[in-house]
Each structure stands twice: as structure tokens, then as C-alpha cells.
């Protein structure tokens, strides 16, 4: 019995070590972001200057509305684009869909610096140069293909009699995919739409290589503001504590509002 | 902005142009007597031509081309016989390795204790291994660089760093994978097991080991590649001092777009002939833990 203890107390407890490793530096970001110092280590009393400066930067204010248009639109034409791409799939001979499919993966396997070179010399080579159209263009071609994978699966639960049923009935074709199939493929289309946003908000490589000047997203405001630095360097980076905390109070919300209402869905059927 | 407009305008009327263009001959064949649920794949097909296949097709082409267009082995002969480049490539795979085996050694004992827990609601702590994830990339990786600049790490340990880094961030694509697989093991294989007489080591070697295999070659392929790759993670917290394959191209996009082509050709290469070597990348398996 004992060891049995023993066994149990070994499993939470490397479990519960690998979970600190996790959330060190977001929890250490999340203290330190309540304490009016700009380097971590020493000591400060309790302030909001971080937070202050944080909502009271135009710069940074406006990088993150940049970066949440885009993931918004990206995300949106993505959803569209990919499941009507699931669907044409879906219903092609198995050539065409096989020759889909293996196209599709491109930019799921690849690496992202070569689709981000790739795309970025295709543009310049016919005259596209850098715009918020290549921009939206490169973070379309990381998410659609997302989005048609958690498509599928859904599709190809789907009970494919019921489209047939409504055509009998007299439904238009438009209208039976309306009514019928969009229905039972949404929650793919959903986790699609949600999995086409985290991937844009994420993005950093192939928004750096497609995007028009002086355009900046989180990811890469960021990543040149650690890397460059400039005169403000230290004051900037305390900043994106207070950031980096807000972002995660966000997700554990999100999250877990997300589960319960799904828990509460689930009480309710019973 | 106007440029950008006329330019979407084009862009959009061409892809109607072609769209339309196949409808028009599919008509004329008589293959399309009216609306098929085949033709909603067509913007998506035309999607995949331009910005997919098209741009392959520019970097096969600038990989074996001098600066005035012309066809050249130049960059292909420079490329495998500048030893730089070669150890350059070597000591990514090194670090693509022991990143893939430090995830695999962490994810597989967490995977493996949460799927066999009782515990009701084991998703929840599934759902802490995901959660940072949801963070921007660059924010969570600045977060460790504060967290290894405040302990003394930062620009000591360039390599601890950098695998550290890596491994933070593909972790869940090597649980998620993984535990769907051994979620997937019956009870009554366990029972049977016990049953013959099997020990708990034989049956971990001989039936969850076994088992988990698919699980385990998806998570190394998603963990494998972008470690060789991801160089902003090796940038931030190796101190600018690591230069992975994914860097170099980094580098010679603003020097040398043939070269840089060159060089992402070969990782192409690499890339393709890998995944074809592990059997793909399954739509099932999870994606990036959006089906939990």
C-alpha cells in the first residue's frame, strides 16, 4: 500500500515540476509586472506604472490592434476560404482530392522561414512588393490549411444522406448546404476560426518577411525591441510584462468560461 | 493604399477569371450540367496554385540562377563545399536531436501518467500543458529571456538556452500526440496482460511501448523540424550566438536572395523527405490542441 502511495506521490510530483517549469516566467513576468522596478531581481513597491505605461503608449496600443485586425481578417477569409476548400474536397474524385490534400500540407509541414522566403520573393518578383495585402496573404496561407483539417473530420462524420434527403425535399442545392451540411460541420469550422486566430497572433516569421513598412505586430514589435534595444530599451521591455500578464489573465478566463458553459451544456442535456 | 486596392481588385478579378474559366469549360464538356458541391473547392484550388505551389516554384528557380537570371550550379557548388554551411547544418540537426529527445523524455512519463489517472478531471491539468501556448510566441519566449537574465543564464549558456527555449515551446506538440495514442489503448489489453502473467514492466515494453508508436513519430516530426528552423528562439536566448539553418536563410534574404534560396531549397528537401520517412503528418492527431 505504501508503495503504491509512494508510486502516486512520485507521478503528481514530477507532473507538478514540469508544470513550474511552464509557468516560471509567466508567473515571474506576473509579479514583477506589479512592481514599479524595470529590472527583475531587485526589489520595488506595489505600482500600476507598468500597466500605466502600457495603455498609455500610442506605439504599443496601436501594435496591438495591428496585430489583432489582422489576425481577425486572416482568420475570418481563412475560415471561409478553407471550408469551402474542405467541402470541394470533401466531394472530388479521390485524385483530386489526394493531389489537394498533399498541396495543402505544403505550408503545414514546411518550415516557416521557407514559405516566408518564398512568398516574400514571389511578391517582390511580380510586382506586389510589401503591403497589408501580401501581409493578409501570408498569414492566409499559414492558417487556411488549418482550417481544412479540422474541417474534414467533420465532414467525414457527417450523415451525407440528410443533404440527399433535402435535395428530395426540394431544398436548392445552395440551401441544403446552408441548412444541412454547414450545421454539422460547424464546431470544425469553428476550432478552425480559433485555430487560424492563435496562429496569426503567433506568427512572427512570415510577418516579418510580407509585411509593409513600419508595420508592427506584437511578435515582431517585441522581438526587435529585445534584440535591437534602443534608448528606452529597459522601460520598453517592463512594458511587456504588464502585457504578457494581461494576455494570460485573457486565456484563463477565456478558458475557463469556455468550459463552463460547455460543462453546463452538458448538465443540461442530462 | 490606392496600389494595394487596384492591385486586390486584379487579383480578385483574376481568380474570378479563373474560376470562371474552368466552370465555362466544364460546361462545355457537359461534365457540370448545374451547381456541384465539387466547384466550392476551386477558390481554395486557385489559392493553393498562386500562393503555394507558384512560390515553390520561384525558389526552385532563384536556387539555380546567378544575379542576372541566368541558370547557375554556382549556389548549389558553393553551398556544399563551404564547410561553415555544412557544420552550420550539422550542429542544427544536433540541436533539432537533443531538443526532440529532451521533449520526447519529458512528454511521454506526462502523457503516460494522464492517460492511465483516474483521476476525473485529468483534462484540466491537459489543459495546463497547452495553456501557455496561447500566449504570442515572442512575448513567451521574451518572458524565459527575463526569467534566465534575472538567474545569470542569459548569454552564459547560449546552448542550454536556446534547447531549453525549443523545448519549452514544442513540448505540447509532443504530449497531445501522444496521449491521444495511449488514450486509444483498451482496459482489457492491461487486464489480458496482467492476466498472462505479464509484469508491469513487460506489459509497458511489450504492449503501451508498441502502442504508442504513431503517437510518438507524430510528436517527434512536429517537434524535430521547427527545432531545426525556429531561429528566434535561438536568437533571444542564445544571445544572437547560435545560428540555426532557419537563421542563415534569415540572413541571406537581405544579402543574397539565390544563395538564401538555395538553402531553403535544401531544407525543403530535408523537410519532404522526412515527413515522407514518418508517414506524415495526420489530420487526426491533433492540431495544435484545438480538438481538446
Not at chain 2, 274 to 289: A, D, I, M, P
Amino acid at each position: 500500500m505504501n508503495k503504491q502511495l509512494a508510486v502516486k506521490c512520485l507521478k503528481a510530483a514530477f507532473i507538478g515540476l514540469v508544470l513550474l517549469l511552464l509557468y516560471a516566467p509567466i508567473l515571474l513576468l506576473a509579479v514583477y509586472s506589479f512592481i514599479g522596478t524595470d529590472i527583475i531581481g531587485t526589489a520595488g513597491a506595489f505600482s500600476w506604472e507598468h500597466y500605466r505605461k502600457l495603455f498609455g503608449d500610442p506605439v504599443i496600443l496601436g501594435m496591438i490592434g495591428n496585430t489583432l485586425l489582422l489576425a481577425f481578417l486572416a482568420a475570418l477569409l481563412s475560415t471561409v476560404l478553407g471550408t469551402l476548400g474542405a467541402l470541394g474536397m470533401f466531394y472530388s474524385k479521390k485524385r483530386v482530392k489526394t493531389v489537394l490534400h498533399g498541396v495543402s500540407q505544403i505550408p503545414v509541414i514546411n518550415a516557416e522561414i521557407v514559405t516566408a522566403l518564398a512568398l516574400a520573393i514571389t511578391f517582390v518578383a511580380v510586382g506586389l512588393g510589401k503591403s497589408y495585402f501580401t501581409l493578409l496573404i501570408g498569414h492566409m496561407v499559414i492558417c487556411t490549411p488549418f482550417v481544412v483539417l479540422s474541417v474534414m473530420p467533420k465532414l467525414k462524420q457527417m450523415d451525407n444522406s440528410l443533404y440527399e434527403a433535402a435535395l428530395d425535399l426540394g431544398a436548392s442545392p445552395a440551401k441544403a448546404l446552408f441548412r444541412i451540411v454547414l450545421p454539422q460541420i460547424l464546431p470544425g469550422v469553428i476550432s478552425g476560426f480559433m485555430l487560424a486566430v492563435t496562429l496569426s497572433l503567433d506568427d512572427y516569421i512570415v510577418t516579418m518577411y510580407t509585411r509593409p513598412n513600419g508595420f508592427e505586430t506584437i511578435s515582431t514589435y517585441v522581438y526587435n525591441a529585445t534584440m535591437r534595444g534602443n534608448a528606452h530599451t529597459a522601460e520598453t521591455l517592463s512594458s511587456f510584462w504588464a502585457l504578457t500578464t494581461v494576455i494570460f489573465l485573457l486565456i484563463v478566463i477565456f478558458v475557463a468560461v469556455a468550459n463552463l458553459s460547455s460543462l453546463r451544456k452538458k448538465e443540461a442535456k442530462k | 493604399m490606392s496600389t494595394t486596392v487596384l492591385i486586390l481588385i486584379i487579383f480578385g478579378a483574376a481568380l474570378l477569371l479563373g474560376a470562371g474559366a474552368l466552370l465555362a469549360y466544364r460546361l462545355v464538356r457537359g461534365h457540370m450540367p448545374h451547381f456541384t458541391r465539387k466547384a466550392l473547392g476551386i477558390p481554395y484550388a486557385v489559392f493553393l496554385i498562386f500562393f503555394v505551389i507558384a512560390p515553390m516554384l520561384v525558389i526552385l528557380v532563384y536556387a539555380f540562377t546567378d544575379r542576372n537570371m541566368h541558370f547557375s550550379f554556382a549556389n548549389f557548388v558553393k553551398f556544399f563545399s563551404d564547410p561553415t554551411k555544412l557544420s552550420t547544418i550539422a550542429y542544427s540537426i544536433v540541436i533539432a536531436l537533443i531538443t526532440t529527445a529532451v521533449c520526447l523524455l519529458i512528454a511521454f512519463p506526462v502523457a503516460y501518467i494522464l492517460a492511465r489517472s483516474k483521476m476525473k478531471k485529468k483534462y484540466v491539468i491537459l489543459m495546463l500543458f497547452v495553456l501557455p501556448m496561447w500566449i504570442n510566441f515572442v512575448l513567451r519566449i521574451n518572458a524565459i529571456r527575463e526569467l534566465f537574465n534575472w538567474i545569470g543564464l542569459l548569454g552564459e549558456a547560449n546552448y542550454f538556452n536556446t534547447v531549453f527555449g525549443m523545448v519549452y515551446d514544442f513540448l505540447p506538440f509532443m504530449i497531445l500526440p501522444i496521449y491521444t495514442t495511449l488514450m486509444k489503448i483498451e482496459e482489457s489489453l492491461y487486464e489480458a496482460s496482467a492476466d498472462l502473467g505479464a509484469g508491469a514492466f513487460t506489459t509497458f515494453f511489450r504492449v503501451t511501448l508498441p502502442l504508442s508508436v504513431p503517437g510518438v513519430v507524430s510528436g517527434v516530426t512536429m517537434v524535430f523540424l521547427p527545432s531545426m528552423t525556429n531561429y528566434v528562439v535561438s536568437d533571444m536566448l542564445g544571445n544572437s550566438m547560435v545560428t540555426i539553418i532557419g537563421k542563415f536563410i534569415s540572413e541571406y534574404f537581405a544579402s543574397d536572395w539565390h544563395m538564401g534560396s538555395m538553402v531553403a531549397l535544401v531544407l525543403l528537401i530535408v523537410v519532404f523527405v522526412s515527413t515522407l520517412l514518418t508517414g506524415g503528418f495526420k489530420s487526426e492527431e491533433n492540431v495544435r490542441g484545438a480538438n481538446l
